[in-house]
């Protein structure tokens, strides 16, 4: 099991489930440490004060936030005094359908586990679970975790509570300023796009996809750990945007269903 990030409960009405938040992800990327080349050591990264060109420790580092080209300088005393009151509960506010739930809103996932080995604990968690469970909604609620209040939403996967910390809705950028496309397409161009969608379109099974840059750094790191050369490939040129739109789907309707 990972580490656990918070512990406190679930709370919603009278009914406290005593819980501890653990990260539902894995970092498999590889990391890499900054060196000199020269002579291959790390790199430090220092705090410089610009105007003066004198290195500046911790103490006397402030924080300034820019508006309209002014710097409004905040103390940490400041920036302490707006902090969320500190809790351990997960305060559930409504209970939504999941389906109406736009996964553009989704951040970060947890699993959301028992605290503690208790009857009572484990039978708190599990009847939730199964209530939340048969009625097919996600709970919707607020804690703080470190010094961020978060909005969350939790839900039933696999037998066990996630949680999934959200966005708010004035961090999603607004659709009127995404780009909609040129003129409207013809009735044959959509029919040919569908039945393409058609041909593609599978049961979703996350195990079918792997993360092809991670298996090719991977050999990239173990060919130079056994001294060998490696080849650097031509670039790809970008393939330039189709004339005949039509022919473009017509045909790629006929690779997919060769394939």
């Not at 920036?79 to 559930?92: E, F, G, N, Y």
């Not at 553009?104 to 599990?126: I, K, N």
């Not at 999934?164 to 796009?193: I, L, N």
């Not at 050999?219 to 189709?242: F, L």
Request: aromatic share 6%.
């Amino acid at each position: 099991m990972a580490r656990t990030l918070w512990s406190g409960s679930l709370s919603f009405g009278l009914v406290n489930v005593p819980v501890q938040l653990v990260t539902a992800n894995r970092d498999l990327d590889y990391h890499f440490r900054q060196i000199h080349e020269k002579d291959q050591v790390p790199i430090e990264q220092r705090r410089y004060c610009s105007a003066e060109d004198v290195e500046v420790t911790w103490e006397e580092v402030a924080h300034a936030h820019d508006l309209d080209g002014k710097q409004v300088v905040v103390t940490d005393e400041e920036l302490a005094s707006v902090q969320p009151r500190k809790t351990r509960t997960i305060d559930i506010e409504a209970f939504v359908d999941l389906a109406d739930v736009d996964p553009l809103y989704f951040d970060h996932a947890y699993w959301l586990v028992p605290a503690g080995e208790s009857e009572g604990t484990l039978r708190a968690y599990r009847l939730l679970v199964e209530a939340m469970g048969k009625t097919d909604r996600a709970a919707l609620g607020r804690f703080v975790m470190r010094t961020k209040e978060y909005l969350a939403l939790v839900r039933v996967r696999d037998g066990a509570l996630a949680l999934t910390t959200m966005r708010f809705a004035d961090e999603v950028r607004p659709t009127k300023a995404v780009p909609s496309g040129g003129k409207k397409p013809t009735k044959k161009q959509v029919d040919s796009a569908v039945a393409v969608i058609e041909e593609l379109s599978t049961e979703w099974d996350p195990e079918r996809y792997d993360d092809c840059y991670r298996a090719r750094l991977k050999k990239v790191i173990d060919a130079k750990r056994k001294r060998r050369k490696i080849e650097v490939p031509e670039p790809r040129k970008q393939p330039s945007p189709a004339e005949d739109l039509m022919e473009a789907l017509e045909r790629t309707l006929e690779e997919v269903r060769s394939r």
